[in-house]
């Protein structure tokens, strides 16, 4: 099992989204986040003062998928999450061994508890 975490633009959120229910991803975690990687912030102007925004506004999605299906679902989010001829802060995209899945619920584990 693999866990894959993106960090993505909030607007490619739908995108991603139904390009990974397309091949039949049913579950997700979504968080809004903040950070700053090249894009190092932008400037803003507030009534008509200037503001520098130093961590911008992400989605960090997190999936735990059997290790056979990563590189489709990171193709998926990868072509999905890409804005128009690829900009800097489209995202990254992060692909993590997992030990153990436990459903709380029911007590199953490994695969069939994702």
Do not use: C, W
């Amino acid at each position: 099992m693999k866990k894959i975490e993106a960090i993505i633009k909030p607007f490619k959120l739908d995108d991603v989204k139904e390009a990974l229910n397309d091949i039949g991803i049913k579950g997700m975690t979504i968080s809004e986040v903040k950070g700053y990687g090249r894009q190092k912030g932008h400037k803003e102007i507030y009534r008509g003062a200037e503001y520098i925004v130093d961590f911008i506004p992400k989605i960090k999605i997190e999936l735990v998928v059997k290790a056979e299906l990563v590189n489709e679902i990171v193709d998926k989010i990868r072509n999905s999450a890409l804005t128009d001829g690829g900009k800097i802060g489209d995202g990254k995209i992060f692909v993590m061994p997992i030990e153990e899945v436990i459903r709380v619920r029911t007590g199953e584990k490994g695969v069939e508890a994702i």
